[in-house]
Nanobody, 126 residues
Framework: QVHLVESGGGFVQPGDSVRLSCVAS????????PGWFRQAPGKEREFVAV?????????YADSVKGRFTISRDDANNTVVYLQMNNLNPEDTDLYYC??????????????????WGQGTQVSVSS
């Protein structure tokens, strides 16, 4: 069973950058696909990014393409990152790490992900 813990959130200004980390215990990421979602109070959980399988490119939500980058620490298959650049107030959310199985590769639906972390808050404001 996979247990995920996110970190790295905080209060930043528009245009700033933040890097979120997700550490897995119990099972390494080499045979599962980690991803990031975000959720604002009263809204549905929204897909952000997911690692591609082997040489496949990651998938991103249109709202974050070109600004966010998901990556895996190849030297340590228990860590995945979300580099967030040029943040704006609309990026203010609780960010969650989760994982999906290879059989669900390519899915961006939260229903296909599990082992949700507790979330880390990112707040963007001037």
């Amino acid at each position: 069973q996979v247990h995920l813990v996110e970190s790295g959130g905080g209060f930043v200004q528009p245009g700033d950058s933040v890097r979120l980390s997700c550490v897995a215990s119990g099972r390494i990421f080499s045979d599962i696909l980690p991803g990031w979602f975000r959720q604002a109070p009263g809204k549905e959980r929204e897909f952000v990014a997911v690692i591609g399988w082997r040489d496949a490119s990651p998938l991103y939500a249109d709202s974050v393409k070109g600004r966010f980058t998901i990556s895996r620490d190849d030297a340590n298959n228990t860590v995945v990152y979300l580099q967030m650049n040029n943040l704006n107030p609309e990026d203010t959310d609780l960010y969650y790490c989760a994982r999906t199985s290879l059989s669900k590769c390519g899915s961006t639906s939260s229903g296909d992900f599990g082992s949700w972390g507790q979330g880390t808050q990112v707040s963007v404001s001037s």
